[in-house]
């Protein structure tokens, strides 16, 4: 699978593995309200596993999540990562396009972070997200501050909606960030 020149090299996995990260993007406040024992969780674009593994650790051992990345090197480097953590058994690496995959079950929690303006069809991604939804799932949506502003923001939550995504809520200071929930109208 051809890798996009824009997206992290795995050479380059740990500057996204940094401790200082945690203090910005700290997984168990920003996802606790949504994450719980045993939900099943699809992280699109997991890269190495900054929030995978604690992700796995919130859904515990009847819980699953299922890390999807296009690079195999950083599913490589997860799946170690996993194993020294032990929550590898909550953890299925999916080798996959953010728009082309398939899971055996629907999904109570996505994560979405800082994948969508990497993509070529927005519309593809949430609507092949929303297929794995239960209703009332949640997205938990974020783009970076410096590759997305306000107005291309609200054209790709627009196009959430064209997918059959409800826009909760909208909050961030340097992130762009949304709660999005599956609606199955």
Excluded: W
Excluded at 58 to 86: P, W
Excluded at 127 to 152: A, L, M, N, S, W
Excluded at 161 to 181: M, N, P, S, W, Y
């Amino acid at each position: 699978m051809r890798v996009k020149e824009d997206i992290c090299p795995v050479g380059k996995s740990e500057m996204l593995l940094s401790k200082f990260r945690k203090l910005i993007h700290n997984p168990q406040r920003m996802f606790s309200p949504f994450v719980k024992q045993g939900c099943k969780v699809l992280e699109i674009g997991c890269g190495p596993g900054f929030f995978t593994l604690p992700l796995a650790k919130m859904v515990g051992n009847s819980g699953k999540v299922f890390a999807l990345d296009l690079q195999e090197g950083m599913l490589e480097i997860l799946q170690k990562r996993a194993k020294l953590a032990e929550v590898d058994r909550q953890i299925e690496s999916v080798l996959s396009s953010a728009s082309e995959f398939k899971l055996a079950e629907k999904v109570d929690f996505v994560l979405l972070f800082y994948v969508i303006h990497e993509v070529p069809n927005p519309l593809s991604v949430f609507r092949k997200i929303y297929e794995h939804c239960h209703q009332g799932t949640r997205v938990y949506y974020t783009e970076p501050p410096f590759h997305v502003d306000k107005g291309k923001f609200a054209e790709f939550l627009e196009i959430a909606q064209q997918a059959g995504f409800i826009v909760e809520k909208k909050f961030g200071i340097l992130d762009k960030t949304a709660i999005l929930r599956a609606s199955h109208v």
